[in-house]
């Protein structure tokens, strides 16, 4: 696992309208590690993935990802990074084949990689048996299958998945627990933002915990159970 940060957030605040949704968050990540962030609903953890993403840009504060400024590099920031968000953002209309068809011929993948490697992440996701199938006709859980399978076209260096378990059946959730574990041999950054603590504490190295907007705590990820036990108790 690389020692320099290939993520850091620097007094980062977001607002929407007077409420800050994000407010001087400050955190690093290591290049190769598993970083989940954690906390209640509202408590700004899609804002942040957000926010590192390019798709929203700070009111306040500084972010670099790869090195690269998220307000100032957006283009190249994008070429390194793969969100995985609660909405799929997928083309109803055609098939999971040609999903990712598309995403890949808007990275410039050539056609014969295309048409050689897409079966194989269909078939990595369990979808190869639909890949002919229009998105329109799969189930919350399928889509967010193709979701995953759009991110591990990408091949990002930095991958932030917000709530990948949901929707899922344990058959996925066990999916889910092995692509971060390959991602992560590949040495790519993951960022993973979910409710199921436990299970993220045995793939995460470190957490973030999140309330308000704010950083309240981070350290070890199997630190983060007792800390988050003892939030819980103290409201």
Not at 23 to 35: C, K, L, P, T, Y
Not at 144 to 160: D, E, H, T, Y
Request: proline letters at 3%; hydrophobic letters at 40%; a positive charge.
């Amino acid at each position: 696992m690389g020692s320099n940060p290939i993520i850091r957030v620097e007094n980062v605040g977001r607002r929407y309208g007077r409420r800050w949704a994000l407010a001087d968050v400050n955190f690093e990540a290591r290049e190769g590690s598993v970083i989940m962030v954690a906390g209640r609903n509202g408590s700004g953890k899609s804002t942040l993935f957000r926010v590192l993403a390019t798709a929203i840009r700070p009111d306040r504060g500084r972010a670099l990802v790869g090195g690269f400024n998220v307000v100032r590099e957006r283009e190249d920031v994008r070429k390194i990074t793969a969100l995985l968000s609660h909405y799929s953002y997928l083309y109803e209309s055609l098939t999971a084949r040609e999903n990712l068809r598309v995403v890949a011929e808007h990275l410039g993948v050539g056609r014969p990689a295309v048409n050689n490697g897409l079966m194989a992440i269909l078939e990595r996701v369990n979808l190869a048996q639909r890949a002919d199938d229009t998105v329109s006709t799969f189930s919350a859980g399928m889509r967010k299958r193709l979701s995953f399978a759009r991110v591990l076209l990408q091949q990002p260096r930095v991958v932030m998945l917000d709530e990948p378990y949901g929707q899922l059946d344990p058959e996925g959730f066990v999916l889910v627990d092995e692509v971060v574990r390959e991602l992560k041999a590949k040495g790519t950054t993951i960022l993973m933002a979910t409710h199921q603590l436990e299970r993220g504490a045995s793939l995460a190295d470190d957490a973030v915990l999140l309330d308000a907007g704010r950083v309240i705590w981070s350290g070890s990820a199997r630190d983060v159970l007792a800390k988050d036990r003892k939030r819980e108790e103290a409201c």
